[in-house]
């Protein structure tokens, strides 16, 4: 989720940098705000999106899932989810709050939190979606009241309720995500590596120990921070994780996903070096997933800062089929993708607030037609893949 704390780190960016960004994107002939060439580019992207999908086609595409916010009624989580599921989504990522199932004490579980989740995970289970679930959000009883993006005082309670919801959901979820941007003191107070893998260390067994064959997701950071995935496997983060997971925003809002790595954090295709780390820790059989990323939908003001560019509602969906496609076919060990977010917002400033495939009256947006184009796709590289396979048997 895009943050006051990314937007001051883009500001700290040298002139220089900012500058090879720029010239890179005009090279690159990306839209820098406006129209211009949303016809061409959305032809391209069909073409690319309607080639013969390869074996490394099949990279899923979810979406972010407010399902457990009180923005929603149960008809209208109902109308989305039946959205998503049309597109071709079989997973959502629903941010699920530890505050909301003990809010009491450790000894007690909310009745009403409980059923909650029981209730939206059974609305996306029936219509064959699999949420990740992330789970965050500390009680006041747990860390002396100190807020609740502040870890607890004990990561062994955060355990005991992670290895609890693990075993309760099993089977009804495709991975359990352990915490939300821990590099972003917006969502995690202090954002230190160290306290972070603290709570790794004491979550995985748990949730393992809960539901052995779901996999354990370290929390999405903001941006590609190779930064703080390696002060992470200084304190000890390797074994404790079985799929990385990044917010790979870029630091120019509007720029189109293919903008080169220029060695900063803010572009999609530093990937690459998330992965290069990984490899060097020995986790280079881990998948990365994208647990979140995406444009946001506005105009933009002259004055607008390169980090609050909206693109247009065409530009969306492009920039989303270019994604994927750049995915499949440069960086196959990212294994999920979740777009964010399922609908666009009534708070947060106008770039927060029109991330959404669909609009606040639930209309879809053009990019809910790419990510059904992608998914298409994918399931056709899948279906390829098993026949094949059953041909040589």
């Known amino acids: 989720m895009r943050t006051m704390s990314g937007i001051r780190k883009w500001r700290e960016l040298s002139g220089r940098r900012v500058g090879a960004a720029v010239t890179a994107l005009a090279v690159a002939g990306t839209v820098l705000g406006g ?50 599921r049309a597109a071709g989504a079989r997973s959502v990522r629903l941010d699920v709050s530890w505050l909301m199932l003990q809010p009491d004490g450790p000894g007690s579980y909310y009745a009403w939190g409980v059923e909650f989740v029981d209730r939206v995970l059974g609305m996306a289970n029936e219509r064959g979606i699999k949420p990740l679930v992330t789970l965050w959000l500390t009680p006041a009883w747990a860390n002396r009241g100190q807020g609740e993006r502040v870890l607890p005082d004990n990561p062994a309670d955060y355990a005991r309720m992670a290895r609890w919801a693990a075993a309760r959901w099993a089977g009804k979820v495709v991975g359990w995500e352990v915490w939300n941007e821990p590099n972003s003191p917006a969502f995690m107070a202090g954002a230190e590596p160290a306290a972070y893998v603290r709570l790794l260390r004491a979550a995985y067994p748990a949730i393992k120990a809960g ?30 994780f079985d799929v990385m997971a990044t917010h790979p925003y870029m630091g120019i809002a509007n720029a189109g996903p293919e903008l080169a790595d220029d060695g900063t954090i803010w572009t999609l295709s530093h990937v690459q070096a998330v992965r290069d780390l990984m490899v060097r820790n020995g986790d ?55 777009w964010y977010n399922d609908r666009d917002l009534v708070a947060g400033g106008i770039q927060q607030q029109n991330y959404g495939l669909l609009r606040l009256d639930l209309s879809g947006k053009p990019a809910l037609a790419m990510l059904a184009t992608t998914n298409a796709a994918a399931a056709a590289a899948a279906a390829a893949r098993t026949a094949a396979g059953a041909a040589t048997t």
Do not use: C, K
């Not at 647990?291 to 989303?320: C, K, M």
């Not at 750049?326 to 979740?338: A, D, E, H, K, Q």
């Open 284 to 338: 280079g059989h881990r998948a990365i997933w994208f647990t979140e990323f995406g444009w946001s939908t506005h105009q933009n003001d002259p004055s607008l800062p390169a980090w609050n560019r909206g693109v247009t509602e065409t530009i969306q969906g492009v920039y989303l089929a270019r994604a994927v496609s750049l995915v499949r076919t440069r960086y196959p060990y990212v294994t999920r993708m979740y």
């Open 35 to 84: 129209t211009t060439h949303a016809d061409a580019q959305a032809a391209e992207a069909a073409a690319v999106i309607g080639q013969s999908p390869s074996a490394s086609s099949a990279v899923s595409v979810g979406v972010q899932f407010h399902g457990m916010w009180g923005t929603y009624t149960d008809a209208q989580r109902r109308q989305v989810l039946d959205r998503f």
């Open 211 to 240: 539901s052995a064959s779901t996999p354990v997701v370290f929390g999405g950071l903001e941006y590609n921070d190779t930064d703080f995935i390696r002060r992470a496997y200084a304190a000890g983060a390797h074994g404790l």
